[in-house]
């Protein structure tokens, strides 16, 4: 059982490759904190807290104020080799601390590394039961001017599933859009809708009556303002409804109230890490329901567990991870392996991290 002898906290800034916009917040650059630990025994282990601005509970300066007592809560702490099992009694402790999700999130990261690191075993083992070495992603569609060629390039690229933004137009310009999408992607390649909630119940219902049963749809994420009204909405069209902003604070117990959601998009940031989404995970996997992991513009420090946690689940879906990619800086280098529709975790950059330091201000504690 290792023994954790130093927590350390780091704080990072890093450009983007172009502005993002969440909500009402327009992004440049992505901050956030890595945590640190360190073993008697010499393991190392590497955690991202980084909250998502109008999305996560709390900013980032509320994290870093919790992340600091955290440092101490950990000092001289044992750490037994199931700190990660669901049911275990070191998650259970940490349950006790009430902490804000995108610190959860970075310890849980950081106990993942040091205890693959400490045993010599893959990141994944630690993290669950599967042991995929390669992780399948969901292409970005994003384009304005040229969909149909985007969608073309993605097909090509070898995307089994490709998600799209809607309701950020008309209901009947994006109804156009989809169907451009649809005939460009053919029918080997899923769909995935995300409207993140900003229909009203008659805009939702309008948008999938103009466009019908579709045979390719993987589902459509967070459809309504009203989430309330999503049960109806999936008897009402029939299409397949995954959950995201329903999910952030939902205790797992919670979940069994959503038999009719087809999947779970889970932002281990958001929702406090490896653990409570396999708890989520465990309740709809009694109805059938699927979960996709999904990132929050993580660095390579916090990307690198969702990659493993990707891996480690039981189901393999098409992860939201790409996210990565609008990073213009990394805290890794090499950076991951993010060169098209799968990351191998065999490679050297994925199985040998190196954590770059001299980009990082360390944190007096």
């Known amino acids: 059982m290792p023994q954790l002898t130093d927590a350390s906290l780091y704080r990072y800034t890093l450009p983007l490759t172009k502005p993002l916009r969440l909500g009402p917040v327009r992004l440049t650059e992505r901050e956030g904190l890595l945590l640190q630990l360190r073993t008697a025994g010499g393991a190392v282990g590497w955690g991202e807290i980084a909250p998502l601005p109008a999305f996560s509970p709390g900013s980032l300066a509320d994290a870093e104020a919790q992340a600091r007592r955290l440092c101490t809560w950990l000092t001289d702490r044992d750490v037994p080799a199931d700190a990660l099992t669901p049911e275990g009694s070191f998650p259970a402790a940490v349950d006790a601390l009430e902490l804000l999700p995108s610190v959860r999130c970075g310890l849980e990261g950081a106990l993942a590394w040091l205890l693959a690191a400490h045993a010599g075993q893959p990141l994944a083992s630690v993290l669950g039961s599967a042991r995929r070495t390669t992780v399948t992603l969901n292409g970005l569609l994003t384009a304005s001017d040229d969909l149909a060629a985007e969608a073309q390039r993605l097909k090509q690229a070898g995307y089994p599933v490709v998600k799209m933004k809607v309701g950020r137009h008309t209901v009947a310009t994006d109804v156009v859009r989809v169907r451009q999408a649809r005939e460009a992607l053919g029918a080997e390649v899923a769909l995935r809708l995300d409207a993140n909630r900003a229909w009203s119940w008659p805009e939702a219902l309008t948008f999938a009556e103009a466009l019908g049963a579709l045979d390719t749809l993987d589902y459509i994420e967070e459809p309504l303002a009203d989430p309330s009204q999503l049960p109806r909405f999936a008897e009402a069209t029939g299409w397949p409804v995954a959950l995201d902003e329903t999910l952030v604070g939902l205790a797992p117990e919670a979940v069994a109230e959503h038999t009719y959601a087809a999947a779970l998009v889970c932002k281990p940031m958001l929702l406090g890490g490896p653990v409570p989404v396999r708890r989520l995970a465990a309740v709809a996997a009694d109805w059938g329901g699927r979960t996709v992991l999904s990132a ?54 994925f199985q040998q991290p190196t954590v770059v330091t001299e980009n990082l201000t360390r944190l007096s504690l």
């Open 296 to 349: 929050a513009f993580e660095t390579g420090v916090g990307m690198r567990v969702l990659l493993a946690l990707a891996a480690a689940l039981d189901t393999p879906e098409a992860s939201g991870l790409d996210t990565y990619r609008r990073l213009a800086e990394d805290t890794l280098q090499p950076r991951l392996p993010f060169d098209g529709a799968e990351v191998s975790l065999a490679s050297g950059a």
